[in-house]
């Protein structure tokens, strides 16, 4: 019976955003005319549907207790498969109420900003798809759920990256980053492939058993990528502070809040599979302090507002991590929904910083604080990031080849096509 | 001067086509192209279009647009065309009309430029070719006749022509695909027999004509400098950001501009190309990297590479002249040996990187498809044009170059400003309704914004003749530095042009509330120290989801929230109890602090004296300023007062009703001929025009204050009717449009001077019958007062180059956002406090924003003056600067006196010509209700 009704508020939650993608969505292919306000109003309902079913599965988990929401199988047999299966317990409600919140506030903010910008429609569509996506990821019974949600995310993130794709600039950092993210992603690509070559499919939330001593190791560690390429810590943190390319409210939702904390989720939720690993939580440790350190240096260097605030919030995501890895769980929950709140809010208002420095002036009585002179070579090498200069190399050269392979793509084209008729008519 | 010198010349001389704008807390409206001032303005234009590649009007569907509409007058554009017209000094060609009519043809016309497979699609599917369509019928039946013709004379020849081609292979399948037909039979019983596609083969037989006798021109291939500019921004960028912040980092890095640049190239892949061109200074760098380039190639190439992000360029130019800590030779230095660099990594040829970019230019079969179009306007049929001499297709295309879409859109844009200045004069020269005899309860002096415009509006319609609304510029002649209580440093209140001769304070009288400071201690350890380590990491604790629930209840419930968070600061974080001190107290300092009662008496004397006001004030003279409050707006100084420069208005008002009411002042002024009543009392105030909420500094009378709040709901009603989110018809949303600057949300707080279009100069008796739809600047003038014109010489001298920046802002913001303008607001990130980035990457933004400039109509700012002809000559002989502006045409003069409504053309007055009469409206609620558009002049009966 609980499992039942989780079922239906599970289904319910991941369906509002999805149902109201489809709403506007039909209407731009069957080309028939959608108004602005008409996109609104959708955005509003199916955000507040989602809250309302986001609160209510927070009270049935937590009167209830854990449970699981079957939603039927995705494809497969009997032998390999992948369920739609849904861990509902106290963190993953929680985490859905927090997705359902933020998105309901950037969206009403994104009402307004957006309002008579030609690509209304396109960022409303994107961003309630990646709230079913971030929902996945929440709720996610199995690690190969999440890696669905996870990588829809990714392409919503770039689509919404690129919203002014008519500059070159922003359709680069757009690639950098989505090539960031698939390079970390083979980390968890990996570790399913080794989990299910062991026989073993884990599940996700308080229920799961640990993994064999050498399984755990390299799950955790392979899990590492993946979180920092979605983070934006080292060795992939290169595309965090160039993120802030689109819209406000995009860069609020996604670089300082819900996208970028989706990668502490995931080592929380996976804890559970290398919690007896000492490298494993090693490595954690080790990967949070340096990327805090380094992000907070270049942090420091960042002249621009939204970059400085997008990169702060990194290096705090790499202090949860090592909370995480510290096993000091109460902590970096309470230490990531408050680093999310805060980084989005600072986004949201950052145009508001000249009014805020001469509000500060007025209220301390004392003029502002000019920045800091220190020798060039370090500034120098924290404003690029510490540890950037490698993979920058491979990014550029992935780029290189992605930039050939469409030169030679067009080439094969144009002499597909156009041998009959060269002359320009 | 060394050899060496020839780069920061050429580097000085690159800057002035560089943005002037400063630091974004202080925003100037000012002219685009200040610079070109001294050239007429066509001229300027062209050469900024030339030169910057960017556009410099509107563009030509836009202008036709108006035509259509009938906002450009179809004499006025032919009087335009005869007035402007030049023939060539080529003669006529042979077969086709001369140069005069060719040119007109193309202007009235204009040219469809819709691409051939478009063109062939719509055929394929039945619908009428775009092209033809838009022909008027005269030239289509030119077309179906000489089709005919030529069909049945010589079929093969015909199909040859059409297709381009001799093969019947390729014949045969272009024309499938591009005329819908299967092969020459059914063609030629096609032309016979449906007129529609007789014109449409007409226009393809004319075109295919053209090919044959265009010569060919080698397209240039184009250059793709994005790779090779955006390689220099990574390593260049970051560094000129770190040296011009003003305080948004916590850390710099120590050393000079050009020191920097070369550390930061050093740790970059292009050091290899790029060390032999680097010497020990910018100079000799400069020399270095040109080394290759001829020396009129070099001057050119220093402009192009600070043109590759004029943003930044301009950024370092205006901080080398306010602060010198930074040089713009260093910078060009740098950009120039990146650029080389970067071209020889890339194997580019560095000239053609850095050559001016040209647009490609059209092929063989847009230009015959263009120059079929002009021979079929022209009446010139394809039986004609197969006997057209070969000369003749080259005058053909020599016409449509000469009269090309800049030409007609310039003669368009002309023809558009004579008939708004008639239009608009023809209002102003209304006869005004009769002065009302009596004392006045209530006098407003207003700033002259057109802002006010409305409220004045609003203020005389809801009370009647028991009030006179006077328009001045807003610092209120006190050209004074200020500093208020709670400022940690002055700031100059008056237009930027001017000197700050005083300086004015405000003195706190008691401590300020005690949670100020912390309070102010708390924002800047969680915004400044939460960019930290350890400070991010207690403020992401402590104050995330406090800070996010303060944003979600100002986005969701905008007004509720300010309201509270105003009670509640007024109640917690009260500002110290504080006077403002106005008359004098010492003279220490470069300024004396305050006015004595010689000099304030002077400044109110003077500028009653100006306005008119004197023996019949009202015993309530408000003296209001205007100010405007948003959230989440970097662009907050743009919307300020002007006359302020750039900063909230209200001070200047209070200190100027303070000396006004001291008796010393009263005395002097008596003493000199002005005598106020005894009971007539200044009141400071201020007008918030995005909230529409009037602060005065003294309380007013129960009916005064009445009047005040139901004038400032019918202002907050009419700003509603422009914003694009308003409901079509029916009532506006008032609340909502006094709302918009609460909500951090906007983008669009208020519309700012988005609607200026004219600046009137004369008593308020001249307008005060007429709708102007918040488009005049207005200043008050009393001619009668005012004989040798020295009052008038004030006046214009001081608000003709401020209302000529905002005017000419907005045009150049309006008619090329991308280039001119800020762009849109939405991916705008603050950086270093003074300049504006899109996103993380690429230029800095300078200029008005697409939301602020959208529902801008760009029209050169009109002049009236409400005074003696020979008044208005003598002042601009002593005023250079608007004497040349005027000259320039940069803004347009008119004079309205005794004897009629002069235009200024041609270094003196000639009479204007007038149009009908404005249409009558009963009040201004029924003239604006329902309409979001702009509107025109009306005249007010009720």
């Known amino acids: ?425 | 001067m060394s050899n060496d010198a020839w780069g920061a010349e050429a580097v000085r001389r690159a800057a002035r086509w560089l943005p002037h704008q400063g630091p974004l807390e202080v925003f100037v409206h000012h002219n685009t192209l200040s610079e070109l001032e001294n050239r007429p303005f066509s001229e300027a234009l062209e050469e900024a279009r030339a030169v910057l590649g960017a556009r410099v009007r509107l563009s030509e569907p836009e202008l036709r647009r108006m035509l259509a509409d009938g906002h450009i007058a179809a004499r006025d554009l032919d009087d335009v065309f005869d007035e402007t017209f030049r023939a060539p000094e080529e003669p006529d060609p042979v077969g086709l009309p001369a140069w005069r009519p060719l040119a007109r043809g193309l202007l009235w016309h204009g040219l469809d430029d819709v691409h051939w497979r478009v063109r062939a699609f719509r055929v394929a599917e039945g619908q009428p070719d775009p092209v033809v369509a838009g022909l008027p019928p005269d030239a289509r039946a030119v077309l179906v006749e000489g089709a005919r013709r030529v069909f049945a004379a010589d079929l093969p020849l015909a199909i040859e022509l059409l297709t381009g081609t001799a093969e019947p292979e390729r014949q045969r399948s272009r024309l499938r695909e591009q005329h819908a037909l299967s092969d020459a039979t059914e063609a030629l019983a096609t032309c016979a027999s449906d007129e529609r596609r007789a014109a449409e083969l007409g226009l393809g037989l004319l075109t295919g004509l053209a090919r044959r006798h265009l010569p060919p021109r080698v397209p240039r291939p184009p250059i793709d400098r994005t790779s090779v500019v955006d390689a220099v921004d990574e390593v260049l960028l970051p560094v000129v950001a770190a040296v011009l912040d003003l305080g948004q980092a916590r850390v710099r890095p120590r050393g000079e501009l050009f020191d920097l640049g070369l550390a930061a190239a050093r740790r970059s892949s292009l050091w290899r190309s790029m060390a032999p061109l680097v010497g020990p200074d910018a100079e000799r760098t400069v020399v270095l990297a040109l080394d290759a380039a001829t020396p009129e190639d070099r001057e050119d190439a220093v402009l192009r590479v600070l043109l590759q992000r004029p943003g930044w360029a301009g950024a370092v130019a205006r901080r080398e002249h306010d602060r010198h800590d930074v040089s713009l030779l260093d910078y060009a230095a740098l950009r120039l040996a990146l650029t080389v660099a970067a071209c020889r990594t890339e194997e580019l040829d560095p000239a053609s990187v850095l050559a001016r970019p040209e647009a490609p230019g059209p092929g063989r079969g847009t230009r015959a498809g263009r120059v079929a179009q002009l021979l079929a306007l022209h009446h010139v049929g394809p039986d004609a044009a197969l006997r057209l001499p070969e000369a003749s297709w080259a005058a053909a295309e020599q016409a449509l170059e000469r009269y090309d879409t800049h030409w007609r859109a310039r003669i368009l844009q002309e023809a558009r400003e004579r008939t708004h200045r008639r239009t608009w004069l023809t209002a102003l020269s209304t006869a005004p309704a009769a002065k009302v005899e009596g004392r006045p309860r209530l006098d407003a002096l207003c700033c002259i914004d057109d802002r006010e415009e409305s409220f004045r509006r609003a203020l005389e319609e809801v009370a009647g003749p028991a009030v006179r609304t006077f328009g001045v510029a807003g610092h209120f002649g006190l050209n004074v530095r200020f500093r208020g209580a709670t400022d940690v440093r002055p700031a100059a209140r008056h237009p930027v042009a001017l000197r700050s001769t005083h300086r004015l304070e405000e003195r706190a009288l008691g401590a300020p509330g005690r949670l100020r400071p912390l309070a102010g201690g708390l924002s800047t350890g969680v915004e400044r120290g939460g960019i930290g380590p350890i400070g991010g990491w207690v403020a992401s604790l402590v104050a995330g989801w406090p800070a996010l629930g303060a944003l979600a209840a100002r986005v969701v419930a905008p007004g509720w929230t300010d309201a509270a968070s105003r009670r509640w600061s007024a109640r917690l974080l009260p500002p110290p109890p504080s006077e403002l001190v106005v008359m004098r107290v010492d003279d220490r300092g470069d300024l004396p602090l305050g006015f004595d009662a010689d000099e304030a008496a002077e400044r109110v004397g003077g500028l009653l004296h100006t306005i008119g006001l004197g023996a019949d004030a009202a015993p309530v003279v408000l003296v209001l300023g205007h100010r405007s409050t948003s959230r989440n707006n970097p662009f907050a100084s743009a919307y300020e007062c002007g006359a302020c420069g750039g900063t909230p208005g209200g001070e200047n008002a209070r200190a100027f009703a303070r000396m006004a009411n001291d008796p010393e002042v009263r005395a002097r002024l008596a003493a000199s001929g002005l005598e106020l009543p005894a009971d007539t009392v200044f009141v400071g105030g201020v007008h918030d025009t995005a909230t529409d909420e009037v602060f005065t500094d003294a309380p007013l009378p129960d009916e005064l204050g009445a009047w005040l709040a139901r004038a400032a709901d019918r202002d907050a009603d009419e700003r509603a009717r422009r914003f694009l989110s308003e409901p079509e018809g029916g009532a506006f949303d008032a609340s909502g449009a006094r709302g918009r600057g609460a909500d951090p949300s906007e983008v669009r707080p208020e519309y700012c001077h988005a609607t200026n279009a004219v600046f009137v100069v004369g008593p308020r008796t001249a307008t005060r019958h007429l709708f102007l739809d918040r488009r005049a600047l207005l200043h008050s003038y009393a001619p009668e007062g005012d004989p040798d014109g020295s009052a008038l010489q004030r006046v214009l001298g001081a608000a003709v180059p401020v209302c000529a920046g905002i005017n000419l802002e907005y045009w150049f913001s309006r008619v090329d956002n991308g280039r001119f303008g800020a762009g849109t607001k939405l991916p705008h990130n603050v950086i270093g406090l003074h300049g504006l980035l899109e996103g993380t990457s690429g230029d800095l933004r300078t200029g008005l924003p697409l939301q602020t400039v959208e529902i801008h109509e760009p029209v050169r700012l009109l002049v009236v003056v409400h005074a003696p002809r020979d008044r208005v000559i003598g002042a601009l002989a002593a005023l250079p600067d608007v004497e040349r502006l005027v000259r320039n045409a940069w803004v347009f003069l008119a004079a309205i006196d005794a004897d009629g409504t002069w235009e200024w053309r041609d270094g003196t007055f000639h009479p204007a010509t007038l149009g009908e009469p404005p249409p009558t409206t009963r009040s201004s609620t029924t003239w604006f209700r329902g309409r979001h558009d702009a509107l025109g002049v009306a005249r007010i009966a009720p």
């Open chain 1, 1 to 425: 019976m609980i499992e039942r009704i989780d079922a239906g508020l599970v289904a319910v939650v991941l369906a509002a955003p999805l149902v109201a993608v489809h709403a506007l969505v039909l209407p731009f292919l069957l080309e028939l005319p959608l108004s602005e306000r008409a996109v609104g109003r959708a955005a509003r309902v199916a955000t507040s549907v989602h809250l309302l079913t986001a609160l209510v599965l927070l009270a049935s988990a937590a009167a209830l207790g854990p449970a699981t929401a079957d939603l039927g199988r995705w494809y497969g047999d009997a032998e390999v498969a992948l369920e739609l299966s849904f861990a509902v317990d106290l963190a993953s409600a929680g985490a859905v109420v927090v997705v359902a919140l933020v998105g309901l506030v950037v969206l009403r903010f994104a009402e307004r900003y957006l309002h008579g910008d030609p690509g209304h429609l396109r960022f409303f569509a994107t961003s309630l798809l990646a709230l079913t996506c971030l929902d996945t990821i929440a709720l996610a019974g199995s690690l190969d759920l999440l890696f669905a949600g996870w990588e829809l995310l990714g392409l919503c993130s770039f689509v919404l990256m690129a919203y002014f794709h008519e500059r070159q600039a922003t359709v680069d950092r757009a690639l950098r980053t989505i090539l960031s993210y698939r390079a970390g992603d083979l980390g968890l690509l990996l570790a399913l492939v080794l989990l299910h070559a062991a026989g073993l499919h884990p599940t996700l939330g308080p229920g799961g058993e640990a993994l064999p001593a050498g399984l755990a190791a390299a799950t955790g560690l392979l899990l590492l990528p993946t979180a920092a390429g979605k983070s934006g810590l080292v060795p992939f943190s290169a595309w965090l502070a160039r993120s802030a390319e689109g819209p406000t409210p995009s860069t609020a939702m996604f670089y300082a809040g819900l996208s970028v904390h989706a990668g502490p989720w995931l080592l929380l939720r996976a804890w559970p599979l290398y919690a007896d690993a000492p490298i494993a939580r090693a490595g954690l440790v080790a990967l949070g302090l340096l990327s805090a350190a380094s992000l907070s240096a270049h942090a420091a260097t960042r002249s621009d507002v939204k970059g400085a605030v997008v990169v702060a919030g990194g290096a705090q995501i790499g202090l949860v991590i090592a909370e995480i890895g510290l096993g000091w769980h109460t902590l970096a929950t309470v230490h990531l929904l408050g680093n999310l709140a805060l980084r989005v809010a600072q986004v949201l208002r950052a145009p508001d910083v000249l009014r805020q420095v001469a509000r500060r002036e007025a209220l301390t009585g004392r003029p502002r604080a000019l920045p800091r002179p220190v020798p060039a070579l370090p500034w120098l090498w924290s404003s690029e990031g510490w540890f950037e200069a490698g993979p920058r190399l491979v990014v550029g050269l992935l780029l290189r080849i992605a930039g050939a392979l469409d030169a030679g793509s067009r080439m094969v084209e144009s002499w597909a096509v156009g041998g009959r008729d060269r002359e320009d008519r």
